[in-house]
């Protein structure tokens, strides 16, 4: 007698079975009922610039604690999307698993495609790069270092990681190409993301020999 086979779950944000529409309102949902809303480019765009004319120099702070609250909600929906989805906790998921729902679950919310590098974990930092961001797409690239290129999305993943983590950290825009197709971030302690920005960014992009002498 053969043993009944165990299907293996997809993966959790797979839109074909986490996306949920109705057609009659036009609304959408995750599987679990809670709203999902569609952010326009120009919405995206033009909320840096108001912001520019409205606050100044504090527009940086304010885009880059408002990313940091977004990435704290979407990371603590995120990890209790997979608890209830596996049936089991996060510290318990396989790594290559987790970070393929990773990768998936910014893919269905727009948010582009991420890849972790940890090769300078050794000092205290990840180097994460964010490919067609949803987040800084259309955006203008700041030459001027006091407005902190991409502080939304910097923000955004200070607040993934300290959620995922359980620490309080800070990020930065450290390279990113003219287009921007892709942009890479340092994730790490704040007082460590602090002094690099301090030290090293003042005149704009990490070099990869600047990024190695950290």
């Known amino acids: 007698m053969t043993q009944p086979t165990i299907p293996i779950p997809t993966n959790c944000f797979n839109p074909k079975s986490y996306v949920k529409s109705e057609p009659a309102s036009g609304l959408l949902a995750t599987r679990h009922g809670d709203r999902l809303i569609a952010v326009p480019e120009l919405l995206l765009r033009s909320i840096p610039r108001i912001l520019r004319v409205e606050a100044g120099e504090a527009s940086y702070l304010a885009l880059y604690t408002f990313g940091d609250n ?14 209830k989805y596996y049936r089991q906790p996060i510290l318990e998921t396989i790594a290559t698993e987790f970070f393929a ?25 990840l180097v994460v790069t964010i490919a067609n961001s949803g987040i800084a797409n259309g955006q203008t690239v700041e030459n001027n270092p006091t407005y902190r290129s991409f502080s939304l999305e910097a923000g955004f993943l200070a607040g993934w990681f300290s959620n995922l983590t359980g620490e309080d950290l800070g990020a930065c825009a450290s390279n990113w190409s003219e287009a921007p197709i892709s942009m890479q971030f340092l994730v790490g302690s704040k007082i460590h993301i602090e002094s690099i920005e301090r030290s090293h960014l003042e005149q704009g992009m990490l070099t990869p020999d600047s990024l190695n002498s950290l």
Not at 70 to 83: I, P, Y
Not at 101 to 125: C, M, Q, T, Y
Request: overall charge neutral.
């Open 70 to 83: 977004w990435g704290k909600t979407f990371g603590s929906r995120m990890m209790q999307d997979l608890v």
């Open 101 to 125: 729902n990773v990768e998936a679950a910014w893919a269905v919310h727009g948010l582009g495609k991420p890849s972790i590098d940890f090769s300078l974990a050794d000092r205290g930092l």
